[in-house]
Structures are given as structure tokens and as C-alpha cells.
């Protein structure tokens, strides 16, 4: 059966990022404990592991850092990008220079980690609203310089993603409402501005709001920190018309109730801002058997 | 009376990011929301202001967002990096295009929220330990490209900060033990190569490898997962010789038993990679007004 | 009346352009002749001008390329993007350092020519099909580096924009149909991929691909290189029920029949990559008279 | 016989315009369209081809662009920069990952249409002038961050290089002169001022200035908008002392009487900012017998 | 009186290498000892010394440091690059912020002293070439990244400048000469490759190869390594048909005699690859007056 | 026996340094002359040659400069950085192509030669202290741009680092005490503001002072501009307490006294500023047999 790649991801798209990353950790005078120490030529092998459960995003990533330092690394992958590994599991082996392994470890965890917490926050939503139509989808609230990234860590996680810029896609929040003068002024506003492939969605704060944006040309309504009763009326209105986004605060607990009301789309901010780490370690290997 | 100045940033410092970060958001067809729908000229004020209660950083670091789009900006700073401020608390007061208030909100806010809840979580953690000498410390696990902001976040919510890089000071690990041989070989090669301006520490698992440790010229030791009463012991021998760096899980619940034992310092690598943001947002005011 | 802003260029977006175009010209020497010949601290005059009628876009983009060079230019703007001009009609009269204007001249001049250029023939192809309700857009056929502003010359002419990359839209293609077996697969596989505000479009050759198009949930096709009979029929068979969009081939003689086919979009790969530059210049003044 | 390299270029010299090209078209997210429908490991081949006859300028760098996303692509080349092919003729055969014939395809073609369309143009102005000893050459007319590759598009097309920027030699023009008060004090202020090795031209629009340029220690006189019958004058009076180059409105169609006025160059800026792009393209194969 | 303006550099080029230099100096904490001492709004002011004589070059560069971290920074320059001073004799007075100026003092310095070191050098040659008509000229032996700014201090010493890089005049050299077969083919491959604003100078080691040089289309030759007297006979046989350029092992002491043979130029590599730094130093003062 | 590798450098750190210079000299147009005069697929060989005796650093940043040219390169190491070569002595034999040789030739030996001569600078100083515990030592006094791989250098040649920056180390000098009002106080604000892992030295210029100093707790003095019966006291007043660093006007001549005073380490930051370049050069051979 064929796999379908939308993780795909070329280094192209990745190793600048690696490599500035490096660059911060080694600073001006390089790894100053382990170029002192350890003797050049020295081979060491390693696994990276996780230390808890969770869901994997950034392992290809992650072993990129190491093979900047090591083009000639070796690497036996365990599990890819969205698998579901237990505490202890081993992601991947790894061979080569024990500088390599010790300089660039720092730099893969922190990836690693980082992008693993957001898939693994991700999975735990979308496993959340299991037997409900929604999906979980994420926001603009990323760190700065990583957006791409952790909106590759959400799809790993099993969500979808929203908009990847203030460019891909409309998005009528208040602010607007209120400058343009009304939803249907500004949705008027942007139809005549905006090219064909782009979709339009209206934040709304109120069942009241939404039966004014329902009258516009529109493709999708945010329906922005309404508790489940409030959505599944909104669901009764919108009808199937366009599509519904609940937002505003979801947490594991309340999702839900909130797929419940028959929202398409839970959107949630803290998955990719507030998301812990997952904890994932490189355990070297043999480096006693190494030294005889 | 004087105020010291530990939090200087230079704008050079983190102007790249900012405008990175602009950049990622805006993308090649920048903000098609705001520009269809805001006419050019028109002016707005707004207040940047915290959801929640804690401690703020990174708040030039955020204005600057909006003057990148805006130089002719007009800020009221209500507040300092440093300051702990309540829940619906005013940061600052901005007045300028409401093309650049719209549009570098979200980037303003992704550094605001970032960096404010890392120190946030230090500031908890430092008051946690409070009347004990413990200070509170950071680790390289940073997020990509964010290191040098991030450490001043943990310096603004009152902590103090650990390496910078691999560059800056020693910290020999267990795997470097293990390829010299025994810690006295592993500091004995590093005193050779080093400058005189760097400094030594060592980490331990044992307080039998505490003993070797102590046995050597060093400046530090990290005393890794151990419990109190293993910390408390570890402070007895060292007897001041050398800073002591408790280090291995510690939480704010942990924190203050782990400090009692004598410590220099507790550091705490979710700090930076899995504190929540700080809840803040732009409050923008007189749209309406405006409009007449 | 208010004026809306999707013609809204924030410096931040094209200044990094402008700086490297000057460098690629200033070199690693400078301009020879000017620093050879012209006094320091001489001023002058000059104007922006257009050798033959057109539609003008990038004058900002150009005026800044003489303010990187001089932050005291004065600049009177005696038209805007978007605006038609006649042949010797003054875009912008500047004053400031004579090695400004003779530095830069050609920087500028290559950015608002080939804007221009892009402007005037979309602007044409809107007159030709003006009074059909069809919409003239753009490709991804565009300079490399220079897209952005490229699409935004589309825009100043009066056209829409079509994807700014690959990943703003999905715009299924004949390989991306063979590889998945079929029209009906290819947009099944991508529905599960790609979020909710991403449109999906799909380029059919023939009638007969059409009808399997139009039993999928699509939001637009892509009409390939069909004569003005065949667009007719489509556009009966789409009944308004997704956008239709003609390509292939189409010249400033053939739009206005295509058009009157009844599509909603005509788009064309030659206004970017083929369309010649507007001949603009900068006239300098008063040189003679700063001589006294 | 050997072969001159005078169409070197070292992949260290385009390859960062290549990727930031592809970098341009994957944006935030990459192909939406070709992640979600081409299976991971799908292999394809296919050929790159010239729609239309035409002088190929870019080839190396156009298969740079599937090299960055697959380094396994294997190629062979059917022609080399500075062929001219028939419409319909293959410059290259590609096999390689599908994902990156499918996503660098437009980048790689939008390199080899721009440039193959100036190779084109100039190679028609040189065949234009065949029997006479005029050489075609460009200007700095370039589009912003391409000169360099555009010059090696005219040379690839049989043209020479004019000035690279303003600094690779001295062009005095008008405004210099204005400035300096004459041709004699222009030229001497700058022979003071430059090295040994920088060439001088100067630009006259007269007989008249250029009797004046002819007693001044210069290269070369670029005689400005002059029509056939005055060159001839201005070639008899400069009777093989400098280099005579023809500039301003020189066409295709006019190129042939200027030459025989007997200037020793024709420039034409529109060989560079409007010479249309050749139509090339990529034509994928065995997709479907790669499907079995 | 008219100054020329050979000495123009605009601040594009040469902030970005400015602040990559201060990025370099402040990493990624800053200056600790300046930020953790020196309160925040201290005003400072100093005078930018040279401690020796010298001839000056790269003041505003060198000023550029301090302006990029207080761009309210006042100065009034006392000389200006190309002056030579006396040692203890003031060049500019700066009047800023305390951080800005101990912060950026010794990036300033580095780029100030760097370049008046070879503009100093540079001056001592020309001195003692006076009377002849030689000029002194540099080499392509730069240190890497700051060719630019170098070959600009060695035009504010009073030299010439040679070569920028390989790409802006043709040198033909020993190996050139043998893998072409001989001097003459050398040159008519060149001459055949190369615009006709590109000078050509072919290197001889004897006056043999001088002779066939000389029946050759060239603008220059090198004469590498001759003594005094073989450089005479080498002018005797140019006869002023070509430039001469005398290179190798050139000091300060052979100089003269060198230039007393007749040669055009005479140019050393040690100039920007050797010379010392000039002596110069920020005094601050007015800091104990400051602190009442 | 093992060797340490505090000389360990990845490429990561060098090569976009590498990359920059070559782009430096390659400008826009490359090597006119070898692309001239070289037919393509020319192999050559060559020798890297030390013109002098000397200690040679930057080896393997040279041979990059050729690596990036030319992938396929063959290098034979004949020595490694920090050894001491004679003159004429062959440092690595190169075989790749002809086109890679000559056109990376001078970016590999301004790098090569630079480095070197710091080595070398470094190393007879470091001879020349030979017998006393005394180390030699660099400064801040670098050229912009090229700070760590300066540093590399001084390691090559024996000596140990000093600060790499304004961030890993703590130094107060003389205006710093100015502006906190005494030795005792600066120490204390620097205290209170740095971790654990930083170092603090103090600048003193009289033994005044150096009591003072000592009084706080500091890591090392540096004893600025002392003469050799100064520095003798001031060792014998700090009595092993601190490390003792001698700065000032050091020179090879006085070196040895210096030392001999029982300092720990003696700082020069000519070293790094004046060092003249090592005569290098790559001498090509078997051109003539080539050609055959």
C-alpha cells in the first residue's frame, strides 16, 4: 500500500535552520570540553530515545545536526515522523565521530524534543475527539523563526494545519469588522481584493455575528470562545454551509465536548506555544569498549 | 539610586529576529485581511496588556515588531522587563498606522507571550526558593535560534544564567569521564587547553564521583538527579571549595527542599523549553472612533 | 472616499531587494566614474520620468533605492502605482545628493522598468477584456527572487494574483493525475492532507476531463490551452459551480474572445517572464546652474 | 581541438539563487499539491525540452534546481550552453525522485526560459550582424539580483560583456560631464582617480563631442542614439584610435545597418530587461508504467 | 575649492560588515562587565586618538560602530581619512551614550587601526617615491572579507588601486602562459573572451618574455621580481607602449631605487597583508565629573 | 599515543567564510583570465609551499577554498596546524581540476598566509619564554570578520585564548571603576550580575590598585604596562591568589624578561593585529607534461 508523504520535508527546507542552530551552541570557540577531551578519530555509536510516551516529529531533523558534523554518520531509523513510541523506545541508532555525537547532541534534543512535545500534544487532542468529525488545527501563535516547523510537528501529531502566514488566506477578525464597518462590508472589501484561490474565513463572537457573516460570501467561521451549547447551535445554523472552527481556549479536557457540538475544526494556540518538550535523550554506546 | 542594567538588548541584537519573524508571517503576499480592508492613513491606538498575571520580557523586543512597519510609533511604556504584573495590568500604549498594529500583532505578541512566560516560571521558581542563598539557572536546552532571548528572559524573571554555548565554559558529562578515562584525566586535559578566563564543572551522578571531583582543580560541580538528602550531604563536602549546581528535575514543587539543602544554584532546563507563554494581548481602542 | 490598500508595500518587504541591487552594482569598488568626477556634498534635482505611456508600478520601490543612498532625499510623487501615464509625463521629482541620483539611477530604473513593464501589459489585457466579467491573473512563471513584486506589478495593472508558491493553493496537474490513478483520487488524497482554507484547482485538457473534474469537491478548474468554442462549453458545463479559469497561451489579440467565453479568469505565464520593461528615466536639472 | 571556457561557471556561483528560488516557490509549507498525491520513493524520468528554437543559456543551473531536492538525479545532457536547438529537441534527460522533477519544475524552468530567452535574442542580433566585424553587447539594464547570470546568458548567446557595474570601469556620460564642465576635465579627473587597469569610455551624442573626446587619453566612445549615417562619420573620425560602440534603440531590425557603419559594438539594453523567455519545458515520462 | 570624492564609501557598504563585527565582539550575552557595571542613560564623552603618526583611514567606519548602538551619538571630526597626523592628535570627539562607547570601542578601533595601519604604510611608500613619476599599487593579497575596505585605505594613503578580484581586468601569469603554450596564445584567447572595457596585463619574469610580451595587444606588464637594473632595461624596451608595473619583495628601503628605474608602478602585496596597525585609542573622559 | 584536539575546527565554522571570500574575488564576471585561457577538463597538480620557516595554521581552510571549486580534489597532507615547517618545505600536494587551482589559488593563501603568520608570531614568543610557567596569550585586537579563526591561530602557535568576546568573561578596566566610583564596587555589581561559570579579571596599572583588587573576589589581574621590577612585585603580592596576566607593548625582545618576572601570562595583541603573513605559495607543476 502506498504511503502518502504529506510530512515530506526536503533538507533543503530544514538544515539552514540546523545549521544556525549549531552555529549558536558551538558560538565562536567551539566545543571547548569535548575538543579538549576526546581524541579526533574516535568512533562512538548511540540511539536517540524517548524517555515517556509520545509522538514523534523532527527525527530526520534532528539527525541532520549530527550529520553536519559527521558526513560520513550512519543512521538506522526505528520509527518515523508521527509514530506513537513508548517510554525507553529507541528512535534511531547512530555511528560515527564521537565528536560529532557529543557536539551536536544538544542541537538534535532540542528539536527533537521540542517538535515531538507539539506532535505529541497534537495526537493527545486529536485522540481526544476520537468518533467526532473535527479535526484539531493549530493557529499563528508559533515561535518566532520556527513556524514551519512546529506546523509540520501538528500534522505529525495526526492535526491539520490553519493558515502558515497573514498571507495564505483571509481571516476577518474584529479589528476589521469594526474599520470596514460591518462583516458584510468587509467581506465585500476582500472579494474584490483577493485572488481566486484564496478562502475567506470571519471570526465571530456571537450566534449574532454569525447569522450576519452567513449572509456573506465566505468559506469558513471562527466561532471564537463559545462553550459547547453556543457552538452546537452555531452548527445548526451554519447548516454545513461553511465550515466551523471553534476556538479560544481548548484544553485536552474540554475538547471533547467541544467536537461534540459538530464543529469541522478545534483550534488550540497552546500547542505549539505552551506544548512541554518531550523528553528524548542520546544514549551513547561502548565508549569504555571503545577506549581499550 | 541607580539601576544596574544586566537587561541591556541592543536593538542590533534582536532586530534580525524581529524582522525574521515579520517576515514568516507576512510571507511573499503579506497581509491580504488588512490590506483589503483597512484604508491607508488611518491611525489607531491600542494597549498591549497581560491576560494573566506575571513576569514581563521581551516587551522592546515586542515594539519594535510594530515599529518596523511604523517608525513614527508613539509608546507609553507602563512597565520594565523585569516587573511582575498582574492579571488585565497595561504594558505599554501604542499610537500609530493601524496598518502596523494589525499586521505585527501576532509576531509582537509570539516574543511577548514567549519570553514573558519563561520569565514568568523563573520568577515562581525564585521566589519558591526565597530566603535560601539558591540561585536560579537556565541550561542549553533552548529553542532553535531563540538562546540569547531566552537567557535574558531567565535573567528578567530573576534568575541567573548557565552557558551561552559549548564555548564559554567546560562542563565535563559523563560520556567525556568515561573517554578520558577518570575525571582527573578529564580535567587535567581541559586545564591544558583552556584559557585562563574559563571556567571548570564537573558533573556527578555520585557522591563517590563528587570525591574525585573534589580532588581536582575545578570551579563547579553539577550535582545531577540527586535527591535532597544526597544534595545536603554533597554541600557537607564540598564546604564551600566549589559552587554546587543542583540539577535533574526540579520543579516549583521540589524546588524549595532541594534549596534548603544548601546549594549555589537549581537550574531547570524547562524553563525555557516547556514554561507556557504568558497570556498577553493588543487591545486595540477607538476603531469606532476613528471610523467617524 | 477611502482608498483601499492592496496595493500596501511595507519597506521591510522589498528594501533587502533594493540593497542587494545596489550592491550588485556598486561592486566591490564603488561607482568609478561618479566618485572620480562629482564634488562631494554637490546637490541635485532630477525627475522620474516615462519615455512612452504605460501603467506604473515599483516608483516606491525605485525612489528607496536613492534614499539608501541619501536618508535626506526629498521626493514629490506626482503619481502612484496602478496610475496610467502618458510618454514624458514626470512620475516623481527628487532632490538630494548628486551621488544619490547618479549612484542609483540605474537600480532604480531597472526596478520601476520592469514593473512597469509587468503593469502596462496586464493593464492592457484588462482593457481588452473589459466589459466580460473575466479577471486577468498571473503564474508562477515569474524571475527568480523576484516574484513578490512581480505579483504585485499584477495587482498595480489591475490584474488578480494566482498561487504566490507552491503550498498557498493545490493546483492538481496532468502528472499529478497519472501518478494518482485518477482526477477523482488525486483530489481525494489531497482533501485529507491540506487545511481548510487552502483552495484546491485542477487543470484538465478536455471536455471529457472536465465532467470527471466537476464530480469532485473542487473549488476551481484550470481550462488548458482550449479555443474560445471549448471555454464556452465549459464554462456551460461548470454552470457557476466552481471558478473557470483559461490558460495557455493567451496573447493581448485573443484575450477579449476568450473572455467573452464567459470564464472568470484568464491567466497568462508571459506578463511576468515576457513582458517588456516601460522605458522610464531619471532626468537630472539644473546641473549647469548648481555649477555657479 | 580544446574547447574555451569562457561559459564557466562554478555551481558556488548560482547555487544560493537557485535555493533561495526554490525556497521562493516551497514557501512556508512546500507543495501542497505534490506531498499529497506522489507517494514517497515514486521515481520518474523526464526531459527537459526547448518548445521553440532558440540559443539555450542556464542548463547547468536549471538541473541545479532538481539536484538540490534529489542529489541521486542522474542527467544527460543532450546540448551545452550555447547551442542552438530545435523547437521540439531535448536539452537534457532526468531520472530521479518524482517529488523533485515535480516540485523544483518551475524554478528550474523559470532559470532556463529567462536566460535561454536572452541567449536567444542576442544570438539573433549576432547572426544580425554576421559579415561585419561589430560584436553585440548589453548593458547594466539587468533585473535586480540576475546580472550576473544575464551576462553569462549574453556571452552564452555569442555577445561580449559590457561593465558588470560601476565599478569594473569608467563610463562618463552626460551628467558627468555637465558636472565636471567638459570631456577634458571629466577624463582627467578621472585619470587621476583609477587604476591602471580600468578602462575609459565616454559617451558623446554629437560629432561635435566627440572631436572633443578624441583629444582626451580615453578607450572608447559610446556614441549615443546616433543613426547609420552619422556612426560612419564618427567611425571615419575616430579612425581605429578608441573602440567605437553604437548604443541607443538598436533593434533586430536595425542592427545590420548600424554594423555597417563599422562600429566595433552594438549594445542594446532590451537583450536583458525584455527579451522574451524561450519557451522550454519538462516532459515527464513512463509515469503510468511506473504506476504498475 | 572642489574636493574629488575618490575616498566615497556609502554606509551600505560597509554597516553590514560594521555590525557583523559587533555582533562578533557582544556574542550571544553582550558585554557582561559594561552592562552588569554601567547604569542605564550614563552619558559619556571621548576623542578618538591616534597614538602614533600616521595617515588615517576609516574614521566614519570606525564611527559607524558607535552610531549602530546610539544613533543620537554627536561628533565632530578633527581629520578626515587621507590626513596624516601626528601622534597624540585628536581625530574626532564623540559625545553618547557610556554603554555605546565602551561597548563598541574596540570594534572601532580594530576597523580604524586596521586601516590607517595600511594607509600609513601605503603613505611612507608614496613619500619615498616622490620625485618619480610611479604610483604605489596593491594586490589581490587582502585578508579575506575586507578587500573592499582595504583597497579604499590604500587609495586614502595616496595609492592606486589594482585589481578588485579576478573579474575586473585580466592578468596573465606563469601558469597561464604555459598552459596556453605561449604568451601570444594567452593573449588572443583573452582578447577573444573578454569586453572591451577589460585591460590586459601579462606578468614576465625576464626581459626575454618581456620581448614577446611586447609584440603582443596588451595594456600592461608585470615585471616580477626584477632588480633595479633589469627593470631600467625593461622600460627602455616598453617605451611607454605599455603600462609597467614593477612586483616582488618591494620594501619601504628599495622603493626609490625602484621607481628610479622608470616603471609606472610599483606595487606590494605587504601593504594589506602585513602592515602594522596604526596606534589609535578612545580616551574617554568627563566620567568622574559625570558621576556627581 | 593519543592527540587532543583542541585544533579541531568543522568546516561548519570555516567554510561560509571560505565560500564569502571566494565570491569576493570571483565578483561578478569570475577569473576572465582562466576562463579564458583554460580549456575545461584540465587536470593540475600542485604544492603548497611554506616560503619561510614558519608555524602554519589555516591548512585546511586553504585546501577548502579549492574543495568548493572542485568536489573531486585529491590532497596529501605533508604537515598539520601547529607545526613548524622550514622554508620551501611542502605543506600538501594538490591533484584536481586546472580551473579550481588557479582560481582558488590567492582566497587559500590570504587565508594560509594570514594565519600562519599569527602562528608564527605566536610561537617564537611562545620560544621565547620557553623555561618559565609563563603562557602567551591574545587580545580582542583582532580584524573584523575573522575573530575565531585569529584565535585558532593562537592556539596553533602554542599559545592559549584569551576572551573570544565581550560576553565570556568578565574584564574591568579603568573606565569601568571610574564609573562605579572603585575596584570594590565594580567587582560587587559584576558579581551580583553574572553565573557561575564566568570569570572576573581587573585591570590595574599601579600596585596601588593591585592591592585594592585583591581585596575582592576576582579570578586574575591583568598588570597593564608594568616594566619588569613592577611586575615582580605585583607577583609576589598576589602570592598565587590569582592568575597574573602582564600586558602592555609586549615584544619579542622583551618577552623573556617579562616572563622571567613570574607571570602567568603574557597578552600582545599584535599578535593578532601586526603579525606579518607567512610567505606561502602553491607552486603547480607538470602544466608543460599536461599539455602534451
Chains 1, 2, 3, 4, 5, 6 share one sequence.
Not at 230 to 240: H, N
Request: with cysteine.
Amino acid at each position: 500500500m502506498l504511503t502518502m508523504t504529506s510530512l515530506t520535508l526536503y533538507p533543503l527546507q530544514y538544515e539552514p535552520l540546523v545549521r544556525h542552530a549549531l552555529e549558536e551552541d558551538l558560538g565562536r570557540a567551539g566545543d571547548l570540553t569535548t575538543n579538549a577531551i576526546v581524541p579526533a578519530g574516535v568512533q562512538a555509536s548511540g540511539r536517540l530515545v524517548a524517555r515517556r510516551q509520545g509522538c514523534i516529529a523532527g527525527l530526520e531533523v534532528a539527525v541532520s545536526a549530527f550529520r553536519l558534523l559527521d558526513p560520513h554518520l550512519t543512521v538506522v531509523f526505528h520509527c518515523h515522523d508521527g509514530d506513537v513510541v513508548d517510554a525507553a523506545e529507541t528512535l534511531a541508532e547512530l555511528r560515527g565521530a564521537a565528536h560529532a555525537l557529543l557536539v551536536a547532541e544538544r542541537t538534535a534534543l532540542n528539536f527533537l524534543g521540542h517538535l515531538s512535545g507539539i506532535a505529541t500534544a497534537t495526537r493527545r487532542m486529536v485522540d481526544a475527539v476520537q468518533g467526532f468529525p473535527a479535526r484539531v488545527t493549530c493557529t499563528r501563535k508559533t515561535l518566532p523563526g520556527l513556524r514551519a516547523l512546529e506546523k509540520y510537528a501538528i500534522r505529525a501529531g495526526g492535526g491539520a494545519n490553519h493558515r502558515f502566514g497573514l498571507d495564505d488566506a483571509v481571516l476577518i477578525k474584529d479589528n476589521h469588522i469594526i474599520l470596514a464597518g460591518s462583516i458584510k462590508e468587509a467581506v465585500r472589501r476582500v472579494r474584490d481584493g483577493v485572488g481566486h484561490l484564496v478562502k475567506i474565513e470571519v471570526e465571530v463572537d456571537t450566534l449574532e455575528q454569525l447569522k450576519e457573516a452567513l449572509l456573506c460570501p465566505i468559506d469558513a467561521v471562527l466561532l471564537d470562545n463559545m462553550n459547547a451549547a453556543q457552538l452546537k447551535e452555531a452548527v445548526r445554523m451554519v447548516d454545513g454551509r461553511v465550515i466551523t472552527e471553534a476556538s479560544g481556549g481548548i484544553t485536552l479536557e474540554t475538547a471533547r465536548d467541544i467536537a461534540a457540538a459538530g464543529v469541522d475544526l478545534l483550534s488550540a494556540g497552546w500547542l505549539t506555544h505552551s506544548a512541554p518538550a518531550l523528553d528524548v535523550a542520546l544514549d551513547l554506546e561502548d565508549l569504555a569498549a571503545l577506549q581499550d
